[in-house]
Each structure stands twice: as structure tokens, then as C-alpha cells.
T-cell receptor
Framework: ETGVTQTPRHLVMGMTNKKSLKCEQH?????MYWYKQSAKKPLELMFV???????ENNSVPSRFSPECPNSSHLFLHLHTLQPEDSALYLC????????????FGAGTRLSVL | RKEVEQDPGPFNVPEGATVAFNCTYS??????FFWYRQDCRKEPKLLMS???SGNEDGRFTAQLNRASQYISLLIRDSKLSDSATYLC???????????????FGRGTQLTVWP
């Protein structure tokens, strides 16, 4: 148990659906991250939040919309996704942006039909 | 050019074997280096940091060669439980990058058989 909880663990959605992924960390960290992990590819950083403020959007399509209401919670809102968006979506946190070690949640495995 | 390059393997070794993984990185100004481990269908977890002088943690030894921009991980006396994917991770931490941004390699898959 890393202290980073993601829900749901699995999600199947159609291309016209709207769904949200949730991440919660119980570690008192101030920085949170969304990553995408596709088969045979390295983890891709999507968004970075520091003290609730977005500090990086790594050229992510607008069909992915992050929300960070506080330092402990991070959401990823999904709408009109494409089949190629099927992947494992991982949330991570770190004490501060300058601390390199990140702690990951178990991920949400997303399938877009 | 990819930020971090790793041989994807797979490496299949018997129990008790010694196995080494290599990784190269493109940004010579990179400051921090790590090996993460990812079990099948699980999240990545930090295995160990990599220091310039090299460091050891039990059966695991990590080495860094800044001149060659090369990182290695050596596993001695392999156990069945070592079967996983090993991710090479680099934090450039330079002026042009987001502080805390990590670059991950594709991972090297290891299977230890009895």
C-alpha cells in the first residue's frame, strides 16, 4: 500500500461517454501527477499539479480534463475518448516538485470501445 | 531521440543467476537517477536511487557513468520474486524542465525461472 488510492481500478466506456478517474493520496504530499501507460511504451506524463495549481500540461488532448480541488485529490475527467486512449492511467504524488521520488497508485485500466 | 533508452528484453534467467540491465539517457545535465520496479498489472515502485559513486542494496547494485550517460542495475542470486519489469528513470531537473518531471524508459522485463 503506497498511500495513493485510485478509483475505479477498471473502466470500460464508449466513445460518447463521460467518466472521471479519481486519485487520493494520504501522504501529505503537495505535488500530484497523471501518467498514461500504453503497452510497449514508456510512461507518458500528462499533467502536473503543485499545491493545487497546474504546472504542466504535456500537450494532452482536451478530451482529458484534470481537476485538483486540493493537494490530496486529483481527478481526470474523460469525454469523447478514442479507442487509442485505452491504457493504464496512473496517478502519482511526491512531497514537493523538487523531490524526485514519486509514489504511484495502482492505476485505472481504461478500455474505450 | 528518446530521453531514456532501455533494452526491453525479455531476460529469462534461472534462479541464482546474476543479471544486468543497462540504460542510457540523452540529457547530460540530468541530476537524479532511479530504478523502479513494476510487477505485472501493478504500479511502479521505487527500487533504488542511483548515486554517482554507485550503491548497493542487498543483492542489487546500481552504477552511474555520467561521462557515458549510462546507468546499470545488477541483480545477484536472482529469486523467483525478482520477476518484474525494471524501469530506468531520470530526472533532468534542469532549467528547461519542470522540476520533479521524470522520464521513464520502456522497461526491461525479467523472468526468473526455477
Amino acid at each position: 500500500e503506497t498511500g495513493v488510492t485510485q478509483t475505479p481500478r477498471h473502466l470500460v466506456m464508449g466513445m460518447t461517454n463521460k467518466k472521471s478517474l479519481k486519485c487520493e493520496q494520504h501522504l501529505g504530499h503537495n505535488a500530484m501527477y497523471w501518467y498514461k501507460q500504453s503497452a510497449k511504451k514508456p510512461l507518458e506524463l500528462m499533467f502536473v499539479y503543485n499545491f493545487k495549481e497546474q504546472t504542466e500540461n504535456n500537450s494532452v488532448p482536451s478530451r482529458f480534463s484534470p481537476e485538483c480541488p486540493n493537494s490530496s485529490h486529483l481527478f481526470l475527467h474523460l469525454h469523447t475518448l478514442q479507442p487509442e486512449d485505452s491504457a493504464l492511467y496512473l496517478c502519482a504524488s511526491s512531497p514537493r516538485l523538487k523531490v524526485s521520488i514519486q509514489y504511484f497508485g495502482a492505476g485505472t485500466r481504461l478500455s474505450v470501445l | 531521440r528518446k530521453e531514456v533508452e532501455q533494452d526491453p528484453g525479455p531476460f529469462n534467467v534461472p534462479e541464482g543467476a546474476t543479471v544486468a540491465f543497462n540504460c542510457t539517457y540523452s540529457n547530460s545535465a540530468s541530476q537524479s537517477f532511479f530504478w523502479y520496479r513494476q510487477d505485472c498489472r501493478k504500479e511502479p515502485k521505487l527500487l533504488m536511487s542511483v548515486y554517482s559513486s554507485g550503491n548497493e542494496d542487498g543483492r542489487f547494485t546500481a552504477q552511474l557513468n555520467r561521462a557515458s550517460q549510462y546507468i546499470s542495475l545488477l541483480i545477484r542470486d536472482s529469486k523467483l520474486s525478482d520477476s518484474a519489469t525494471y524501469l530506468c528513470v531520470v530526472n533532468p531537473n534542469d532549467r528547461g524542465s519542470t522540476l520533479g518531471r521524470l522520464y521513464f524508459g520502456r522497461g526491461t522485463q525479467l523472468t526468473v525461472w526455477p
